[in-house]
């Protein structure tokens, strides 16, 4: 069954922001899908993860597993009964001018019968790495609200840095 994109909002940072914010999002499409290229402000060299958020839900309704590679080491792990979701998007050294590349897609989110179930794929490299670095992460919200609102904020006491771009699209099955 082939599906369709629907473009449904654009956000590039024109300056740096603490958070990014869909609302009001429509239930008539079947899956969401938002592609993210992002940098953070965060100062010194490392991975910087965001954060995810369904309908302004702070409680510990979130659950993740991760995996990591980058062509010669690999890493993995799990959480749970946390206050959202993460995903990693580009390091935070100042001096890059790369942004980390990534997908969001999140399935049956209007469906007010079941928990919602997120998927993120993300490629990045980190300053003066010679390898590129892929992640995937799983996520599930225990709530069967269905999502009308996400909210993306970073993990560290940076935010998001000017010229980050976010694009929700809703996905309809033909």
């Given at each position: 069954?082939?599906a369709?994109?629907e473009?449904i909002?654009?956000?590039?940072?024109?300056?740096?922001?603490?958070?990014?914010?869909?609302?009001?999002?429509?239930?008539?499409?079947?899956?969401?899908r938002?592609?993210?290229?992002?940098?953070s402000?965060?100062?010194?060299?490392?991975?910087?993860?965001f954060?995810i958020?369904?309908?302004s839900?702070?409680?510990?309704?979130y659950?993740?597993?991760f995996i990591?590679?980058?062509?010669?080491?690999?890493s993995?792990?799990?959480?749970s009964?946390?206050?959202?979701?993460?995903?990693?998007f580009?390091?935070?050294n100042?001096t890059?001018t790369s942004y980390?590349?990534?997908?969001?897609d999140i399935?049956?989110?209007a469906?007010t019968?079941?928990?919602?179930?997120?998927l993120?794929?993300?490629?990045y490299?980190?300053l003066?790495?010679t390898e590129d670095?892929?992640?995937?992460?799983?996520?599930l919200w225990?709530?069967?609200?269905a999502?009308?609102?996400?909210e993306?904020?970073?993990?560290?006491?940076?935010?998001?840095r000017?010229?980050?771009t976010?694009?929700?699209?809703?996905?309809k099955?033909?």
């Open positions: 069954m082939p369709t994109y473009p909002a654009t956000n590039t940072l024109t300056s740096a922001q603490s958070s990014v914010t869909f609302s009001s999002i429509s239930g008539s499409y079947t899956d969401l938002i592609i993210i290229q992002a940098r402000t965060a100062a010194g060299n490392g991975r910087e993860s954060r958020r369904y309908n839900d702070t409680g510990s309704n659950s993740a597993t990591l590679g980058n062509g010669s080491t690999a993995s792990n799990r959480s009964s946390q206050t959202y979701a993460f995903a990693m580009q390091e935070s100042s890059s980390g590349m990534n997908t969001l399935m049956n989110y469906n019968t079941t928990y919602k179930t997120g993120t794929r993300t490629s490299n980190l003066g790495n670095s892929s992640a995937a992460h799983v996520f225990r709530s069967t609200s999502i009308t609102s996400i993306f904020s970073t993990d560290a006491s940076g935010g998001f000017s010229g980050s976010f694009t929700l699209y809703g996905i099955a033909a």
